[in-house]
């Protein structure tokens, strides 16, 4: 089996900083894409950013200057650094990744979400 934890999020004024971290764990094989989406209540989960294996992260326009996506491969761990927060991004954080697991008999691919983790910007 494959668990997904986040940390991470909370309250901050507008203008702060939050960073979110996100774990993989379980009889991983590989990952391949990692990701960030958010949920603002009322809307629809958008991505926000991701990174692939050995490529070059992509950010939603709306972050661009403001997030910066990282992983680190030997912990199977993605992070979201987000600066200059605005009070638009608001909402439920959810960390995607993609990986290949042993099952015990085989080997299974798919994608998979975090729990997800409330981000709040207020003054």
């Known amino acids: 089996q494959v668990q997904l934890v986040e940390s991470g999020g909370g309250l901050v004024q507008p203008g702060g900083s939050l960073s979110l971290s996100c774990a993989a764990s379980g009889s991983i094989a590989s990952i391949n894409h990692m990701g960030w989406y958010r949920q603002a209540a009322g809307k629809q989960r958008e991505l926000v950013a991701a990174v692939p294996r050995g490529g070059t992260p992509n950010y939603a326009d709306s972050v661009k200057g403001r997030f910066t996506i990282s992983r680190d491969n030997a912990k199977n761990t993605v992070y979201l650094q987000m600066n200059s927060l605005k009070p638009e991004d608001t909402a439920v954080y959810y960390c995607?990744?993609?990986?290949?697991?042993?099952?015990?008999?085989?080997?299974?691919?798919?994608?998979?979400w975090g729990q997800g983790t409330q981000v709040s910007v207020s003054s």
């Open positions: 995607n990744v993609a990986l290949t697991y042993f099952s015990g008999i085989t080997y299974k691919s798919g994608a998979y």
